[in-house]
Structure formats: structure tokens, C-alpha cells
């Protein structure tokens, strides 16, 4: 893989800091950990135009493109602000697991990591349940 294009990586930065803000989420105190997602996000944004989350398999990640699920940031942050790959993290540079669903692998990872910010974030929380019944699906 070659090196992202100096705009996407401009893109994909603004767009983490702004996330943070917005989410009331951390960068994560290993700058190497949050330049590695940077680099994978910039990537595909350069070979797919969008910023498909880097740490997930996709069979096929043009088709995965076509839905915002795992678009950066994803349903899982969008709904339960939890970030998998470490780019949006408490202060300690934890994932929030706290608003997952008690069986989500997150929480067997993780533990339980409480929300610093309750008040912001979780833009789509109304579709918990929903967020649910696809992952439950995708289980079985
Ligand atoms: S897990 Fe979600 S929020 Fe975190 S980097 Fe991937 S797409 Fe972005």
C-alpha cells in the first residue's frame, strides 16, 4: 500500500478532530496508534472515496462503500459511541464501551469503560435497537 494522497490525509485529520469536538472523545495518547488509523482511513478514502473504517475485512469494499455502516465514524460510534479502533477514545485512550450491549465482543475486550462525556455524541442512539438486530443477524 502506497502512501495516502497529502489531501485525504488533510481530510481524514480534520475530520478527527472535529469528530472529537463533536463527540466529546480523545485522541488516543499514542500518536502512533491514531496516525496508523489516519493512514488506513486516507487510504481508502483515496481508492474507494470514502472513508471506510481500515480495521475490518470487507469480501468486497467497493459493495461495503454503498452502505454508511462502516464509513468513518461508523454506526458503532454513531450509536454507541465505541471506536474499535482506538481513534475515538476516552482520555486514558480506551475505547468507550459502556453504551454497547452486554455480550458485544467490545465489552468482553474491554470491560466495562464508562462514558467521560455522556452529554455528547451518540447521534443515533434512537437506533440501538436496530444496530442490534443487524449484529445479532450477522452472528448467526
Ligand atoms: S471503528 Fe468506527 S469510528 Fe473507529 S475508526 Fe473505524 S469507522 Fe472510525
Do not use: Q
Amino acid at each position: 500500500m502506497g502512501k495516502p494522497s497529502e489531501k485525504s490525509l488533510e481530510r481524514v485529520e480534520r475530520m478527527v478532530t472535529n469528530f472529537c469536538e463533536k463527540s466529546g472523545t480523545f485522541r488516543h495518547p499514542d500518536p502512533k496508534i491514531t496516525e496508523g488509523v489516519v493512514l488506513g482511513l486516507a487510504a481508502n478514502l483515496d481508492e474507494l472515496g470514502r472513508p471506510l473504517c481500515p480495521c475490518r475485512f470487507y469480501p468486497d469494499k467497493k459493495e461495503e462503500v454503498k452502505h454508511r455502516t462502516w464509513i468513518c465514524p461508523c454506526d458503532d460510534m454513531n450509536v454507541y459511541k465505541y471506536c474499535h479502533c482506538l481513534l475515538f477514545c476516552t482520555p486514558e485512550g480506551l475505547p468507550v464501551t459502556e453504551h454497547l450491549p452486554a455480550d458485544h465482543e467490545g465489552r468482553g475486550t474491554w470491560g466495562e469503560v464508562k462514558d467521560p462525556t455522556p452529554e455528547k455524541g451518540r447521534a443515533l442512539k434512537h437506533k440501538a435497537e436496530e444496530r442490534e438486530a443487524e449484529r445479532i443477524a450477522r452472528k448467526s
